[in-house]
Every structure is written in C-alpha cells, then in structure tokens.
C-alpha cells in the first residue's frame, strides 16, 4: 500500500513542478550532500519527500556518499573517569589542512550531545562507531545502540553472563545481510578459551557461537572494526607474553575466527599496537624513544600483506608514542591522531613529517575519542518496537509541550519571549 | 590533436566552437566524437545558449580530466593512495597555489542566480560531466542546507500534501528535535 502512496506521490510532485524544475535523480543528489539535521527537517516537505528521505535506499546513498566524500565526519569525545556521561561531538565538515583553515577549524567548539541513556553511577564506554552508529556498553551491563545524529537509540535485550575474568565487545556492520551486530567475548577464570556470544539487530536476539580459542591479550580494549571484521590481539597460551602475540580477526559475515598475519620485521622490542585508519586495519609499532611506524593492512583478506605508510619521528610529537591513536585523514593527507596520555590530539602531516597540536575548545581535559558519521541508519530491530515507542514518546512529548504552554501562559513568561 | 575544433548548437539554434580535448570532459560528447559522428555540428536540443558558454568555460578548464577537483579536494582520502615518503617542498608549494587557483576560479565560475545553477546542473546531467555535476550538486546543497520547510516548499514549487493533522504530527517532531537541538 505504502508503494502505492508514493507513486501515486510522484505523479503529483512532477505535476506541481514548473518545467525547469529538477528531475528526481538531480533532487535526490543534492539530497544526498546534506547533513542529517536538514534531513530530518525536510520530511515535512511534502509525503513525496518524506518517501524519498525515509527509504532504506536513499539511507544507504546518503550513508555511502558520507563516507567516499569524507563528509558528515564528527568526533566524539567522552570523559571516560567522569560520571557524568556526557558525550561531545566536534564536526568537521569544511577542515582543510591549510593554516588559516586550523585557525578556523580550532575556533569551532565541541557541542554538548545529548545522550539518552544516563546511568549516574555506572561507568560507560564505547564499544564502537559504525555507519553512523554508536555501541555504548556499561558497568551496569547494559548495551546500547544509538545514533546520535538522529537520536533514536535502542537497548539490547539482556543476555546472562558467563562467570568470567574480563569482559570485550566489538560491533559491526555484515554487509551481506545488512545486519549489525554485537560480539561479546567473555574470558573465563583459569581457561584458555573464552565463551562468545553475537547479537544481531535483525533478530533482536543474542546466541551463543563457537568458543574463540585463544587468550585475549589486552583485556581492556575493545576489538576493532575494519573489513566487516572485528580485530584483536591474542595470545596461544595463558600468559600474556609479547612474543607469542598475534592478531584475530572475526568476520562478522561468516562468524570465524582468523589469524592475520603480521608484518615479517617485526622483532620483540618493539609495542604493537592496532588501529583503524580511513577503515583500514592499521598497526602502530613503537621503536621506543626512537619513531611510531603506521602499517596499513592492504588487500585485505586476500593477500593480506602489510604496507608502512609513514613513521612519525620522536621529536615531532611530544609524550609517549607509545600511547598513539589514529583518528581519521584529515583532508590533503594529514593524520589526525590523539595521545592517550597526554589528552592530546595532534595533526601529524607524513610528508613534511610535522605534527601540530589541535586545540580544540570544549574538549574534556580527559577523553575517550570515538570517529563516527553522521547517517540516517535506524537503529530499530526489524520487529518495529522503535517505532512502537516512538509514537509513544512523541504522545508524551505532546502532553509536556502543551503542559509547559499553559503553564508558561499562566506564569506570563510567554510575553517575555 | 588539441586543435580540432567542434561544434556545439544549443537549443536556440546558436553555435558554439569547442577544442576536442576540452569537450572530452564531457561523456556524451566523447561517446559522439569516438563514435566518428564529427560531421558538422552537434546538436545539443537540451542546453540553451545562455548555459552552454558556461559549460564550454568548465570544460575549457578541466579538459578531459573528469572531476579533477574533487580528487584535489579529498586528497589523503582516497584508501589506497600511498602517502609520498620523501617530501618535496617545491611541488607541495606549487600543489598549494595549483589548488588555492582553482578554488578561486570555482568561487568566480559558480557566482550565478539559482536558476542558472539548476540549469547548469541539468546541462551537467545530460552532457555526463561528473566533475560540473558534483560541483553545481553540493552547491545546491550548501544553498539550502539551512533552510525552513517552507523555504524549500518555495525554492521547488512543492505544495504540502500533509493533511493537517499530519502536518502536526510532523511539525512537533520537528519541535521535538528543535528543543534539544538549536538549528544551524
């Protein structure tokens, strides 16, 4: 029925329009280039536009369009010590890497998001950013997805867990299904293996797969997303030694585990760490004291073989390169990076091998940095229960709004305004 | 090579000259130029002669280079691009003043009244010109990224076809979203 709404739709939009009015293919490009903020605003448009912005289809060009063109890019800084959860993003749409553009670009502040899911007295991080999409996880162990660009969240369903020494999460998108998915990776006392458990979106539902038998080796972070897969670094027997380390890789389609190889160089005084640069899996190796070497994984999961892309030489960025993130390109080939120990974020320029710090303000003197793209990605299962509260939470909101009217009314403060 | 000249008539029946190498920026003219059709004039019934010096000037500029610009402008982005490794002061200056040209140029190019943009558009559209295209497309979304509903409605001769409780429902979502959000 709906479909036939909005052909129906079409025939009157064309009909309205004058002669030098815009073929729907040109109108859906422009829409495409636009933030998620003026999209939500021109559903109300007309129903034709409404169909058009609200289709999965032109959900998936906008998303893919974001992510080719680097546009719509935000960071999300979170004060990982503070119980006050909140989130901060900074946008970064028009960042060049020219200097009269940093100036620009360090004036801009960071704007305070709206997180809908406090716990004051839990402890959050976030799991991972996908296709617009935040997965945040809690003491309490609760999970949420969120997108924060349209504000619709959604709380998975609570799946018991197994008595364990530590608890990691990864989230992901699998393409060939379009489903997102949690994997929670939970390693058990005095066992070599760990018990895992994915969820899907699709389903609204957890279940239990195929132990992953290895040790985690750093039980504190969370995997990381690159080629539809989840990355971490593990260890063949219970001892996390460095020289036995490698590297797992789960592939959210097909749910195996996987060993990818490492660099051949690679010698035992050297800290290895992953990251994920321009969605590529990348490796961060520390000479200490010496430079940081960013390898990126090239022809993923088919010759898998490492490429070094630059290093970054000690006396250029102050701290500990051992602590290094990479964030994301900035554009002409800069690298936006931040120092975990220090709390800084720096843009390291390969060619002229310069960093410059970013001084953003607003930013928290501690944070959690997270890149995520601003998309219209629902984050309903696809049983309809965010549509269900929804319709509620909009029925409240009316009942507030026209509370708050007559009480505004009441108290004069509408002559004020 | 570069000296043959081709012959474009608009809509309105003016002709217009064009080297070979430039029209190349454009898929359709290439198609008909490959195609060995370089007899006379190509007719072009769908750009009238006030679009078509615009066109010639971008493909003037770009030659055969489709979407040149954009590639600049999301330089590093691009996933298997290899980062130099030695760094030539020299050619990143030139590189800088080679962009920094043609953003200026771009500015000057794309100075015009609405009309003509959508006009252009449609031009870039029908002639396969991906690099005029994207530009006059993200301009147009830059122009009415901050714009009301109702601004829209106008700038596209839309009539709302909300009923009017619909329209409601619709308007407090977008209150809804005003509250926590201010607007660009």
């Not at chain 1, 109300?44 to 998303?63: M, R, S």
């Not at chain 1, 909140?86 to 801009?108: C, G, K, S, T």
């Not at chain 1, 097909?254 to 640069?277: A, I, Q, S, T």
Request: charged letters at 25%; proline letters at 4%; a negative charge.
């Amino acid at each position: 029925m709906a479909k036939e709404d909005e052909e129906n739709e079409k025939i009157s939009v064309e009909e309205s329009m004058p002669t030098e009015s815009l073929p729907e293919v040109l109108i859906v490009d422009i829409l495409s280039c636009l933030p998620v903020k003026s999209l939500l605003r021109f559903r109300c448009v007309c129903k034709h536009w409404y169909a058009l912005i609200t289709d999965p289809a032109f959900v998936k060009t906008h998303l893919s369009r974001s992510l080719v063109s680097n546009s719509n890019l935000s960071i999300i800084f979170r004060n990982p010590i503070s119980h006050n959860l909140n989130f901060r993003e900074f946008r970064f749409n028009e960042f060049n890497i020219y200097p009269d553009d940093l100036d620009a670009f360090e004036q801009q502040a960071v704007a305070e998001l709206n997180y809908p899911f406090k716990r004051p007295h839990y402890l959050s991080y976030i799991v991972g950013s996908c296709n617009g999409l935040l997965c945040i996880y809690n003491s309490k162990e609760e999970i949420l997805l969120w997108n924060p660009s349209t504000r619709r969240h959604h709380k998975l369903p609570f799946t018991h867990i197994e008595y364990g020494s530590n608890i990691v999460c990864g989230f992901g998108h699998d393409p060939t299904t379009d489903d997102y998915k949690i994997v929670r990776i939970v390693q058990l006392h005095h066992a070599l293996e760990s018990k895992v458990k994915v969820y899907s979106l699709n389903t609204n539902s957890w279940r239990r797969i195929e132990n992953m038998p290895f040790f985690l080796s750093y039980p504190n972070s969370p995997m990381l997303l690159a080629n539809s897969a989840l990355h971490w670094f593990a260890n063949r027997e219970m001892r996390r030694n460095t020289t036995s380390r490698f590297i797992v890789s789960f592939n959210l389609q097909y749910e195996e585990y996987r060993e990818v190889p490492l660099p051949d160089f690679v010698e035992n005084n050297v800290h290895m760490k992953l990251g994920v640069l321009g969605g590529q899996l990348c490796l961060l190796c520390a000479f200490i004291g010496v430079h940081v070497e960013v390898w990126l994984m090239k022809d993923y999961g088919v010759r898998d073989y490492w490429e070094k892309q630059f290093s970054i030489e000690q006396p250029w960025v102050m701290g500990n390169l051992y602590y290094l993130k990479p964030i994301c390109y900035s554009k002409n080939g800069g690298v936006i990076l931040q120092l975990m120990d220090s709390n800084e974020l720096v843009l390291y320029d390969p060619r002229k091998g310069m960093a410059r710090n970013l001084r953003i303000h607003g930013v928290p003197d501690y944070f959690q940095t997270e890149t995520f793209v601003g998309s219209l990605v629902p984050v309903n299962a696809k049983d309809g229960t965010e549509q269900a509260k929804r319709k509620k939470k909009h029925m409240e909101h009316r009942k507030k709004k026209n509370m708050k009217q007559e009480a505004d009314i009441e108290s004069g403060s509408l002559a004020m305004n | 090579m570069s000296s043959t000249k081709i012959f474009l008539k608009s809509s309105d029946d003016k002709t217009f000259e064009i080297d070979e190498t430039a029209a190349r920026a454009s898929e359709t003219l290439k198609n008909i130029i490959d195609g060995g059709c370089l007899d006379g004039v190509i007719p072009l019934p769908n750009v009238s002669s006030n679009i078509l010096p615009k066109v010639i000037e971008y493909c003037k500029k770009h030659g055969g280079d489709n979407g040149s610009s954009k590639k600049i402008a999301n330089g590093g982005v691009d996933k298997d691009k290899e980062i130099l490794p030695d760094y030539d002061e020299e050619e990143d200056k030139r590189e800088k003043v080679r962009v920094d040209e043609l953003k200026k140029w771009e500015e000057e190019y794309m100075d015009f009244d609405q009309q003509v943009l959508y006009d252009l558009m449609l031009a870039a559209n029908y002639l396969h010109i991906k690099g005029l295209l994207d530009l006059t497309v993200e301009k147009a979304a830059s122009m009415i990224r901050g714009r009301t509903p109702d601004q829209i409605r106008e700038n596209f001769n839309i009539n709302s076809d909300f009923t009017p409780e619909e329209e409601e429902e619709m308007i407090l979502i977008e209150d809804e979203w005003d509250d926590e959000w201010a607007f660009d």
